[in-house]
């Protein structure tokens, strides 16, 4: 907030416009050279099963630590991305060090699954199918350890050009899954009609069932939605006991959120399926499902 004080402009905590243009400029015109200088990393959230908590697959989430801004949200960075015609190379990046980290995996025997977020923009994009069948190719990553994960406005925002591309990628053996649902345009039919496997409740009511009889409502409804569509029904933003068993009680399969894991740097993320595995050792076997 700007007010000026006997002539002299006095800021506030709340940046102007013109910062917010300022930093989002300069975050467009950094970012090829973010990635170059290893500014950008990939963390991983783990999501599990429902009610046996295995491991079935880890969610790529872009990090940036910007020098001079510290550590960029993907929620304001990305859109910026996008706009600049530049989340190609954003999904490229992101892709490969999953793959990368998939194919580590599997050469040390553990089959888990990846999902990578997706922007509509790569929706837009012809050649995107041919460019994700090449770097599974390279990183000799079979095609069902790799999810999409989609938002719904993202579909329907051009679904005449985004369906042919859904069909290419589901064609590949690429797991789908819509992102962010029950919170777009809530096409409860149209869901029908997209090649997908899995719908992701929107963390929104997934927080707030547990005060909110709407919130508890509507994930009541998607998850028998989804499971009457054929679909996996994953739930994010689980952070307490009680979402945990509410959400197991009315089966949903999948569970994701800061009561299993908060997104972790690949380091922290091998600790922390060590320690799990070490856990489960002796008591019951643990396996490492894929999604
Ligand atoms: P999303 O794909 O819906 O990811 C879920 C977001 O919720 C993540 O925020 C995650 O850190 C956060 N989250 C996970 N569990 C909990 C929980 O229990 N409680 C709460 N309150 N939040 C939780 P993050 O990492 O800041 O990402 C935000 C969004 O940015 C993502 O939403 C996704 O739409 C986008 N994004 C992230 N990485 C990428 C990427 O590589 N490419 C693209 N295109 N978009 C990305
Ligand atoms: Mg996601
Ligand atoms: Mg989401
Ligand atoms: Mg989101």
Redesign the pocket.
């Known amino acids: 907030v700007r007010a000026t004080r006997g002539g002299e402009e006095v800021r506030g905590y709340v940046p102007s416009m013109g910062q917010i243009f300022l930093r989002r400029f300069q975050m467009v015109t950094q970012f090829r050279q973010a990635l170059e200088d290893g500014q950008v990393s990939?963390?991983y959230?783990p999501k599990v099963s429902l009610p046996g908590k295995q491991v079935v697959g880890v969610?790529?989430?872009?990090?940036w630590q910007h020098p001079e801004f510290g550590r960029v949200?993907?929620?304001e960075f990305?859109p910026a991305v996008?706009a600049a015609g530049l989340?190609g190379v954003?999904?490229s990046f992101?892709l490969e060090m999953a793959l990368d980290r998939v194919r580590r995996w599997l050469d040390e025997g553990l089959r888990i699954s990846v999902a990578?977020?997706?922007?509509v923009r790569?929706l837009a994009d012809e050649d995107f199918p041919a460019k994700v069948a090449d770097a599974l190719a390279r990183f000799g990553v079979p095609a069902e350890l790799l999810t999409f994960?989609l938002?719904e406005s993202g579909v329907m925002a051009d679904p005449a050009r985004a369906l042919p591309i859904l069909r290419e990628l589901h064609g590949l053996g690429i797991v789908l899954a819509v992102?962010?649902f029950g919170t777009g345009y809530s096409s409860l039919a149209y869901l029908r009609q997209l090649p997908v496997d899995q719908v992701?409740i929107?963390?929104s009511f997934v927080?707030g069932m547990g005060t909110d009889l709407s919130d508890l409502a509507v994930v009541r409804s998607i998850v028998e939605l989804g499971h009457s569509l054929g679909l996996t029904v994953v739930a994010?933003?689980?952070?307490e006991d009680v979402a945990r068993d509410q959400l197991e009680a009315m089966g949903c399969d999948v569970a994701?959120?800061?009561?299993i894991s908060?997104?972790l740097s690949e380091e922290r993320l091998e600790a922390w399926l060590l320690a799990r595995t070490a856990r489960s050792r002796g008591h019951h076997a643990e396996t490492v499902l894929t999604l």
């Not at 990578?116 to 922007?119: C, E, I, P, R």
């Not at 994010?236 to 952070?239: A, H």
Request: zero cysteines; a negative charge.
């Open positions: 990939v963390h959230q969610e790529a989430l872009v990090r949200d993907p929620d990305v996008e989340v954003l999904t992101v990578v977020n997706l922007s790569n994960e938002t992102d962010d992701k929107d963390k927080l994010e933003g689980v952070e994701q959120g800061y009561l908060r997104p």
